[in-house]
């Protein structure tokens, strides 16, 4: 059950201050995305907090410690494992709360199902005003409960409103607070970016399993590439793709003819799937592969359509070896005799191209996604299909800021204006990985004669 409230819904905060979480419209059974602190709503002054890596209450004030604020503040995302309404909890220190033998507990993220199903909560009415309370996605009917100042899973007591006050929170203002990256919160890697509609949207990746296993594709659109709206699911290949079943990465999208075509990659296949509106839902276009795997050297991955100003349009795809090909008009298939094959200096993957001022930039992802010196290089050209110049890098890791392996990149040009903006990914802050990544956007800059600035790459 949803329980709305008015707008603005006041909560108490450290220093007697009442604030309303991100001014956002308040409901009791939801909790905003972005960095919170969780308040007992039995326990006066006492908060969620973490300690020697285990779930408990502890009591936090405008003057404790720079430390103590920060273990009682927690990035809330979408849930690791799904789930409508379901949330997780990341720690300042890139690890997440989770349940193991029944206990709160934080651990860095495995990436198996067991793991980021027993990181999922799933938000329910709490029992005051405002309040909420987090059932386990994989054990219904367990809350997250204090007891002797401990965090635990259980589930209800023969006192049943002392269980539902002691696993009832309200959520406040974070005690610290949170970064402005990732720009949608959770791991997510591969973002495309594209201006649709009179919105920005961004189709991710969505990260953070073992062996880039996830299924699911989400879609997040934006009018200030700040605020960003989750469009949940749009496309999940396990149920709505009769060729794969796994490995959903790297989507593109393209607009034409009144619909919306989205390339992704699915085992490492490359498909298309189509929808009326940018927010899908999408469905799978042609019941096989677009790019099937073994169609060329190298895998077939990584798509990306580019469409010139004749109106034909191009798709571009490759790793190890960087493949292009103009599409037909249907956007659904081509013509396989005129697939061409770059020579792209230390390409790996993920290329995407715009075209400014009459020239093609054509740019690419260089090196591991595991690796922190993942990195991002681009060429010019005179046509969408090359020859092409290499120009250098564009994006690479700043460890004094603890970025690593930034790439797997697209840009955006905003409408009417020479304003660029830059999407990648890098492994989460600070704690993530090839597998833990986060998606954040930058500005992206020419120089007089037409060459790309290094990019700026900030928290
Ligand atoms: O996200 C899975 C894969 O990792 C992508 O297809 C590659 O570009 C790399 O980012």
Redesign the pocket.
Known sequence: MRRALGRGLAVTMGAGLLVAVAGQPASAAEIPAGARSLLSVNVAGQYVRHSDYLGGLAAVTSGSSAQAKADATFTVTPGLAGGAGCVSFQAANGMWLRHRDYRIRLETNAGTATFLADATFCVRDGSAAGSVRLESLNYPGRFIRHRDYALWLDASTTNPATFVADSSFQVTAPWVAGRRSPVIKGLY??PNIAYLNGRYYLYP?T?GYNG?SGTRFKAFSSTDLTTWTDHGTILDVGPSVSWASS?A??PTIAAKNGRYYFYF?ADTNIGVATATSPAGPFTDALGRPLVAAGFRSGQM??PHVFTDDSGQSYLYWG?GYAYAVPLNADMTSFDAAQVRQFSLPNFR??LFMIKRNGVYYLSY?VDD?GSEN?HVEYATGTSPLGPWTHRGTILSKNLSLGIKGP??HSIVQAPGADTWHIAY?RFAVPAGN?TN?EVTIDPLRFNADGTIQPVTPTL
């Open positions: 890697a591969d990746t990260d880039w490995r990465w790297a990659c991955i990584d790793n993957e993920g992802s996604t993942y790439g797997h990914h090839g990544r």
